[in-house]
Structure formats: structure tokens, C-alpha cells
């Protein structure tokens, strides 16, 4: 065997390794982070969703899922969930039940 591709110990970046680009970049960025979360929240509370998005989206997290419903009729969506089904969705497991 060549010895390329695969699983090999002690191959890659370690983990928590900051490249030197980034490093570098987040010196000269940070006189300047509370002036962006400034304009950020300004125009968020001028109406700007996107910028409403993206402070929520740092602050909580992104949403997990996404669910698009497309119904001809436009009625309300119900959502059922059986014994236990709450509890898995809030876990995070993936399990097929």
C-alpha cells in the first residue's frame, strides 16, 4: 500500500489549530467589533430583517430545521407528535423510530 488517502494517526490540522490568515485578521478586527454590532443592531431596529436574522442567528444559534409547506388550499398546518416524539426532536436524535 502507498500509504495515501485513508485513516492515518497524526494527519491534518489539529483540532483548535487557528490558521496564521486568521490570527492576523482577528488583531486587526478587534478594535472594530463593537462599531459592526452597532450598525448591525441599528439598522435591525430600522427594519432591516437580515440584519434582525444574523444578530439572532449569533446570539441563539441557527434554527435547526427548516420546514416549507406548500398546500393549494392554504389551510393551517397541524403538527402531531406521538408518545415521546417531543423528546427526541428536543435531544437532537435522529434515531428512526
Known sequence: ????????????RPKGKVSAVKQMLSAKLADHVDMAIDVLVKAAEGGDTACARDILDRVYGKPRISIEHSDPVQRPTRIVLVDGEANRLRNGSNDNV
Do not use: P
Request: charge should be positive; proline fraction near 0%; avoid cysteine.
Open 1 to 12: 500500500m502507498s500509504g495515501h488517502g485513508g485513516y492515518r494517526s497524526g494527519a491534518g
